[in-house]
Structures are given as structure tokens and as C-alpha cells.
């Protein structure tokens, strides 16, 4: 799949081509991103076989780390008040598969 993303600032457009963008590799069915009152935080559920340990990475449109972490439970809660307004991709992985979503922040 393709993403256009426009630079606020710089008014350049970045073309993201990559798999990750496809439907059938997000598996939107295995992860469920809810907004919090605020739209700063967000539930996760994850529907996964083996919800472990669980790495949770976060990472701008561009492609920048922003923040990685593990998690012990399928339902947790993420707070990104720390980072500017923007689209982000939400990636959780266990040891045998991957889900990728992304979240808006006014």
C-alpha cells in the first residue's frame, strides 16, 4: 500500500510504500485502539494466541523511533502527551507475530 503524508512546515509530501500499509498485513481483527477523553491516550487490546510479553513501539510517519516498550498484558493503556500533533504508527509484536496500526494526535 501507499501513504501520502504532507510536512506541516516544510509543505514537502512524503510517498510511504510499504507492505505495512496493506490491509491484510495490519490484521486490524487482532488489535483494537480506542481514544481516551483528551485523544492524548488509548486503550489497546491485542487478540493475540500468545499475549506474553508483548514489545510495544511507536514510531512517526517518517519513520523515527519515538517509544519502545514491553507489556505483560493484552489491555493496557498508552499515554503520548509527550509527543507533537500527528499520525504515528502503533506496532506490538510477541514472538511470532506483529500487528500495525496508526493513531492520530490532535
Known sequence: GQLYVAGIRSGK???????VTDAS??????LKITPQPGGRS???ETFLDH???????VFSVSGKEQIKKMESNSVFD???DFLPAGIYIVKISNSSQSLVNK???P
Request: aromatic share 10%.
Open 78 to 80: 498508552l499515554n503520548l
Open 13 to 19: 509530501i512524503f510517498r510511504i510504500f510499504d507492505r
Open 25 to 30: 498485513v495490519i490484521g486490524q481483527s487482532k
Open 103 to 105: 493513531v492520530i494526535l
Open 42 to 44: 488509548f486503550r489497546i
Open 51 to 57: 499475549p506474553d510479553e508483548l514489545e510495544l513501539t
